[in-house]
């Protein structure tokens, strides 16, 4: 018997067409109703440089669905893991909102609701995928900085980019393997991913 191929999904992000609008936090905020002052994902703004020579650099953050995910070994329940398309999942009727995982992500992308009492992240909007569509943030990112798709598939766009040797992840150095990779990352940024 012949298994189906699993996909293995993952996000590039390119900076140099982000144009830190924040129509991906705004969308985000919509689908999935993140409690105020709560997001699954944001663009942060960063001044890279010294003055007089500075410029802006604005970065997209969200869970980093990382293949070593630091928030599944630390959850006391087991609420959380990586399911076979290599999304890092939380089940909202296991979690217990004790933080744990909240604490061990090295990226700040977790937060407990403070109305519903559980962990929550990004989940590459898993419903909309399993309708065949796009997560809500790349569906309405204006300059196109965003694209999602199956690193499964070494023909899919997101699969050719995050091989190329300009993808980079955010603080490689934590052992997480992030599957949010970065075309045209700042080396001031790379290893400071603050929420």
Not at 78 to 89: E, R, S, Y
Not at 124 to 145: H, N
Request: one cysteine or more; hydrophobic letters at 35%; aromatic letters at 8%.
């Amino acid at each position: 018997v012949a298994m189906a191929n699993k996909h293995k999904y993952a996000m590039v992000i390119d900076l140099t067409r982000c144009v830190g609008c924040q129509s991906c936090t705004v969308s985000c905020k919509f689908e999935n109703h993140a409690p105020k002052g709560f997001f699954r994902t944001w663009v942060s703004d960063h001044e890279i440089g010294r003055y007089p020579n500075t410029r802006r650099e604005f970065l997209p953050q969200l869970c980093n669905q990382c293949d070593n995910p630091a928030c599944v070994p630390v959850c006391p329940v087991k609420a959380t893991w990586k399911d076979d398309n290599g999304v890092v999942v939380i089940d909202k009727s296991k979690c217990i909102g004790c933080g744990a995982c909240v604490k061990a992500c090295p990226y700040g992308d977790r937060f407990l609701d403070p109305v519903k009492k559980k962990a929550d992240k990004c989940d590459f909007c898993f419903r909309r995928i399993e309708q065949g569509l796009q997560p809500a943030c790349v569906e309405t990112c204006v300059g196109g900085a965003r694209i999602f798709g199956d690193l499964a598939d070494p023909a899919s766009q997101v699969s050719q980019l995050a091989s190329s040797k300009d993808a980079k992840v955010l603080n490689p150095g934590s052992g997480t393997r992030p599957q949010v990779f970065y075309i045209g990352l700042d080396h001031a940024i790379e290893h400071t991913p603050v929420h």
